[in-house]
């Protein structure tokens, strides 16, 4: 019987994926090397992570479904990367204050026949202007640090988020929708 691993060490995607009754059987980060490409855009960008992060676990369970996803913020041609302290999460946050900017999902899924099928979907997200009191309320919660764009939107960020097109699980990290029928189109049983 083939498994499903999940190539991410994401608890949001996990939960996410046990949301719609997705339950890896194995979840196996990919150690990968994130850096952005000289002159690469988001979307390619995207697509690359979660291709690089599919392929590396798949070559340890050729046998196996192995999904990999990677999630991008963008403003404009800019890649917003995870904030790792509080100086990226307000260098991000005042980039996206009172701005529209793009969240990239980018989803991979080698089969057991090594077949490799990717989607990236594109998500836009409209930041309100936040108030010098939201800006450093959210940047001294901690929250934002080690996501994509300094934000969570499921969290404490949702309040800043005027209006989203497209899809929310997406910016979460995962979008559903693409990747249920990503896997059930290639036999995947729930």
Do not use: W
């Amino acid at each position: 019987m083939t498994s499903l691993i999940l190539a991410s060490a994401s608890p949001r995607r996990l939960a996410l994926l046990e949301q719609i009754g997705i339950v890896p059987d194995k979840i196996e980060p990919a150690d990968i090397d994130e850096s952005v490409l000289k002159n690469e855009l988001p979307r390619p960008y995207a697509e690359r992570m979660a291709v690089t992060k599919a392929e590396k676990i798949h070559d340890l369970y050729p046998n196996d479904f192995v999904l990999a996803a990677d999630t991008v913020v963008a403003c404009g041609r800019r890649i917003l990367g995870k904030a790792e302290n509080n100086e990226d999460e307000t260098k991000f946050l005042k980039l996206l204050s009172g701005r529209r900017h793009a969240v990239y999902g980018g989803i991979c899924l080698i089969t057991p026949a090594g077949k490799k099928c990717c989607r990236v979907i594109k998500t836009a997200v409209l930041f309100s202007v936040l108030s010098k009191i939201e800006f450093d309320k959210y940047v001294e919660s901690g929250e934002g640090i080690g996501k994509a764009g300094g934000y969570a939107i499921q969290g404490l960020a949702a309040s800043f988020i005027k209006s989203i097109i497209g899809s929310y699980t997406n910016v979460v990290g995962l979008d559903l929708y693409a990747t249920n029928n990503l896997l059930i189109g290639n036999g995947f049983k729930k």
